[in-house]
C-alpha cells in the first residue's frame, strides 16, 4: 500500500531564510506525486505536482520540489520565504495508475511551517 | 475551471442527530468522489471512494453504517454522518476526479470542506 511520510512537524524560520520540507514516500511502482498547502482557516490548494520528466518541478508562489527516485523523495523548497508563507504544507501520492477508478490520493501527515516577521 | 463546492461550509448539530453534507462538481463531471476527514491540526484521512452508480468503498476503520455515501449523479456525491456524536466532529472534505481533466496527473479537485460540529 502507498504511504507518505512527512518528518517535519513544525518548522520555524524567519523571513527570507530559505525553506526545505521533507516528503518520502512508499511504493515501488510509477507514482503522481503533489504538494499543497493550506493557509490558517483555508481550503487546501495545489501548490505542484509531478509525474514524470523533469525532476525538478516549479509551482506557484515561487515553490519548487525536486522528485528523487532513488530516494523516494520529493522535497519542497523555497529559496526565501515570507511571512506569508505560513501555513500547513501536505505531502500527497497517488500511486494508482491513470485512469483507474481505483486510484486514490494519500496524504502525509502534514508541516506546519511558522514564519518570523 | 475544475471547481467543487461544499454545502454547507459550516453545521452545528446535537447528538443523535443526523447530517447531509453535499459536494458538488459545478464545471465538470465527476467521475468519482473522494470524501476526507481532517481533524484540528491533522492531515487528511481519506474515508472512501465513490464511482457514480456505484456503492462507496470505504477505507479500513471506517463505519459504513456510519457515514453514509451516494453518488446518485456525476456531479453530485452526498456524505450523512448519522445519529452524529461529538467525537464525529471533525472538517470533511471532498474532492472530485474527471479521468479527461485528470489527466497522467491523476490530479483530484478539492471542495472548500464542511465543519461539523456535534453538540
Known amino acids: 500500500a502507498q504511504s507518505v511520510s512527512q518528518h517535519n512537524h513544525h518548522v520555524i524560520l524567519s523571513e527570507a531564510a530559505s525553506l526545505e520540507l521533507g516528503c518520502n514516500y512508499s511504493?515501488?511502482?510509477?507514482?503522481?506525486l503533489f504538494w499543497y498547502v493550506q493557509y490558517p482557516g483555508q481550503h487546501l490548494q495545489l501548490l505542484l505536482k509531478y509525474f514524470s520528466g523533469d525532476p525538478l518541478v516549479k509551482g506557484i508562489k515561487g515553490f519548487e520540489a525536486e522528485f528523487i527516485k532513488s530516494k523516494f523523495s520529493f522535497n519542497l523548497r523555497k529559496p526565501s520565504v515570507q511571512w506569508s508563507d505560513t501555513a500547513e504544507y501536505f505531502c500527497?501520492?497517488?500511486?494508482?495508475?491513470?485512469?483507474?477508478?481505483?486510484?486514490?490520493?494519500?496524504f502525509g501527515s502534514g508541516t506546519r511551517l511558522s514564519i518570523r516577521p | 475551471g475544475a471547481v467543487v463546492s461544499q454545502h454547507p461550509s459550516w453545521v452545528i448539530c446535537k447528538s443523535g442527530t443526523s447530517v447531509k453534507i453535499e459536494c458538488r462538481s459545478l464545471d465538470f463531471q465527476a467521475t468519482t468522489m473522494f470524501w476526507y476527514r481532517q481533524f484540528p491540526k491533522q492531515s487528511l484521512m481519506l474515508m472512501a471512494t465513490?464511482?457514480?452508480?456505484?456503492?462507496?468503498?470505504?477505507e479500513q476503520g471506517v463505519e459504513k453504517d456510519k457515514f453514509l455515501i451516494n453518488h446518485a449523479s456525476l456531479t453530485l456525491s452526498t456524505l450523512t454522518v448519522t445519529s452524529a456524536h461529538p467525537e464525529d466532529s471533525s472538517f470533511y472534505i471532498c474532492?472530485?476526479?474527471?479521468?479527461?481533466?485528470?489527466?497522467?496527473?491523476?490530479?483530484?479537485?478539492f471542495g472548500p470542506g464542511t465543519r461539523l460540529t456535534v453538540l
Open positions: 465513490s464511482n457514480e452508480g456505484s456503492k462507496a468503498t470505504y
Open positions: 500527497a501520492v497517488n500511486a494508482g495508475v491513470a485512469y483507474s477508478s481505483a486510484s486514490k490520493i494519500i
Open positions: 511504493y515501488g511502482g510509477t507514482v503522481n
Open positions: 474532492s472530485a476526479r474527471d479521468f479527461l481533466l485528470a489527466g497522467r496527473y491523476n490530479e483530484q479537485f
